[in-house]
């Protein structure tokens, strides 16, 4: 108990990842920038992988077995990322839930409670094991849930289209679960039934920058009802993703269409890959919430 | 059809002929084909012995959507009714990973489908190892194909072909989305794809620059076992290699399709009759499209919306092939299209 005391005492809550690809690389660079976030161990299953050695390099604390790795750890973490795959985190869940671990899912698993950090950043606390849905759903939610407030949508696609360097071995075998996840995500955060949603991988070099483009029918929707609510929810997003540029918003022939595309803001991330880039930033930026939530229960000053 | 080769061979080597002119046709009528329409042409080519027909959206099962286009018709009745109709054809369907989901190959499958094809851009094979995987274990017959392959080198090409069959294709491929190989091309792709696999492989011609018969030729002789064709050329922009030329021209070769000529041009007629406003031909759109190396696909919502815009068509495929959109970023025409005209985001167009 001591220890926790201290970090506590610290402001900062104790951290690990899960997972060491591409996603799993750029969180350790976001979680040793926070003030809030202590990053005590990367956790992957092979030591010989490039993201052990990266963060070894980095002079973090490594391990190679994996869950198994976290749950022997001599003191708990406060917050687990999983950067695994979607079909491990069921799995992952419920091995830390003896520990009262926030566990931050970065896999399209759909398993933890959804959280957008714009839309429904209220309900973090309340919650162990928190879904962070996918990169689409990250960049589409927060403008569709804006635009359902305020207007009646019959239906909504999401096309997301990404570079295949930003695309690591776990999103491509799961990329069934990230299409259901991001629509799951739309429906549930827009409360319209009917949603599709696509994903393309490009193979383009100079690799093509992430792009979400999103087509709306409702019939009360015009360019300048779209225009402010875009404009108002994409600035929301930019305060902790500074890449969130809208690209295209308006109406033709009862189909709205609003393009968003994301660049890195940078770190362990090539400019182009701002689907790694806005779902990390969101899972650093849920965690730092977290830690502001716990702090503020425990009467404790900002570090 | 030795009665009309007009050519005294030794019967020579068997090439199936794969017939996707009731899938890839429908990106030439914004994916509107009708029952009726599913069922003529389908009992035409099954009465022609075309060995394998394959049905669905432009882009595969579940792509019905605003960004390509929605279907007329749900996967489950283009499926019904072509099943019906294919007493001897096989039935095929085609999904894209990323449109389509195992859920939608499933579904599909309890229409009694024989062959699904999955498809992925030309580097992106890896993307199918899930779906392939899936047909294995029930033990269907599964193909891959690669798209926009004019994209990757050959060797890049034969080394996806080998991880798809080590994901379990039984077949694999590679299309010509945009139309923009010479037959060359397609020699050196076809002979180190050949090279790389022991399963069958697969050419999918577009004919944006008159070259998809010449290319498919070319394609069998580098040792290709499965030629793509459509009736009248039925697809998307300059349409595909035309299936009533290729068949002939094979049998004239020396290759044996198995198909029965007039039947077959019967089958050919009916689609020009039934599915079609007009035959697929090269405009100067196709031909822009396929030097751009852009997706056939993109002709019609790139007239339309260079037309909205007030822009050169031409001058939006350019800029789309230097981009190197592929097939399924239809989204991105917009930009393009308003970067030319010059308008600020979020303008009223």
């Avoid at chain 1, 679960?177 to 991001?182: A, D, G, I, K």
């Amino acid at each position: 108990m001591n220890n926790n005391d201290s970090r506590k005492a610290a402001g900062q809550l104790s951290v690990a990842v899960l997972g060491a690809g591409l996603i799993g690389i750029d969180l350790m660079t976001k979680i040793m920038r926070s003030d809030y976030l202590d990053l005590r161990l990367v956790a992957g299953r092979d030591r010989a992988t490039s993201g052990l050695r990266q963060a070894a390099r980095l002079g973090l604390p490594v391990a190679a077995g994996g869950i198994q790795s976290l749950i022997e750890a001599e003191h708990p973490f406060d917050v687990v990322f999983d950067a695994t795959s979607a079909s491990y985190h069921a799995e992952h869940a419920e091995k830390l839930s003896p520990f009262g671990t926030m566990l931050i899912d970065l896999t399209p698993s759909r398993v933890g409670q959804m959280i957008i950090p714009t839309v429904n950043r209220a309900d973090i606390s309340w919650h162990r094991d928190l879904s962070m849905v996918s990169c689409g759903g990250q960049t589409s939610v927060p403008i569709l849930h804006a635009i359902a407030k305020a207007h009646k949508i019959d239906y909504i696609e999401v096309v997301t289209t990404a570079a295949t360097l930003s695309i690591g071995h776990g999103t491509r075998v799961n990329l069934d679960e990230y299409v259901e996840t991001t629509a799951e995500a739309v429906r549930c955060f827009t409360g319209v039934r009917d949603v599709k949603a696509i994903v393309n991988i490009s193979p383009a070099r100079p690799p093509a920058t992430f792009r979400v483009a999103m087509s709306l029918l409702g019939r009360e929707l015009t360019t300048d009802s779209m225009h402010s609510l875009v404009t108002e929810a994409a600035d929301e997003v930019r305060s902790f993703a500074s890449g969130f540029d809208v690209k295209a918003c308006s109406v033709n022939d009862g189909k709205a269409f609003v393009a968003v595309e994301v660049t890195s803001s940078g770190d362990q991330i090539p400019r182009f890959a701002g689907n790694l880039d806005i779902i990390n930033s969101a899972a650093i930026h849920v965690a730092e919430s977290y830690a502001a939530d716990r702090l503020s229960m425990a009467g404790a000053e900002k570090p | 059809m030795s009665e009309t080769t007009g050519r005294d061979v030794v019967p020579g080597k068997p090439i199936q002929i794969h017939d996707p002119s009731l899938r890839d046709g429908h990106h030439a009528v914004r994916h509107n084909l009708g029952p009726d329409q599913l069922r003529a042409y389908a009992r035409a080519a099954n009465a022609a012995r075309v060995p394998v027909v394959e049905v669905g959206h432009g882009n595969g099962l579940g792509a019905s959507s605003l960004q390509v286009g929605q279907a007329r018709l749900s996967d489950d009745e283009m499926l019904s009714i072509t099943r019906e109709a294919l007493t001897n054809s096989k039935l095929a369907v085609f999904l894209l990973p990323g449109w389509g989901t195992v859920q939608d190959i499933k579904n599909a499958l309890a229409h009694e489908v024989d062959l699904v094809r999955i498809g992925t851009h030309c580097t992106e094979g890896s993307l199918a190892e899930r779906h392939l995987g899936f047909l294995r274990e029930q033990n269907v017959e599964a193909h891959a194909v690669l798209l926009m392959s004019h994209m990757a080198s050959p060797d890049r090409l034969a080394k996806e072909c080998a991880l798809l069959v080590g994901f379990g294709a039984t077949g694999v491929g590679i299309m010509d989305s945009a139309g923009h190989y010479l037959p060359a091309d397609v020699t050196e792709r076809i002979q180190a794809m050949r090279a790389a696999v022991d399963v069958p492989v697969m050419f999918h011609g577009h004919n944006n620059l008159g070259m998809a018969v010449a290319n498919s030729i070319a394609a069998a002789e580098a040792g290709a076992d499965i030629l793509d064709a459509c009736a009248r050329g039925f697809g998307a922009g300059a349409g595909n290699t035309q299936l009533e030329v290729l068949v002939p021209v094979l049998e004239r070769v020396g290759y044996q399709t198995g198909i029965d000529l007039y039947r077959l041009l019967d089958a050919a007629d009916i689609a020009e009759r039934e599915l079609m406003p007009a035959p697929p031909t090269i405009d100067s759109i196709s031909i822009v499209s396929g030097l751009a190396g852009v997706f056939s696909g993109f002709k019609n919502p790139v007239l339309d919306i260079s037309a909205r815009e007030g822009v050169d068509p031409r001058d939006v495929f350019f800029e789309l092939g230097r981009r190197q959109v592929v097939a399924g970023q239809e989204d991105l025409i917009v930009d393009v299209a308003l970067a030319l005209s010059g308008a600020r985001i979020g303008d009223k167009s």
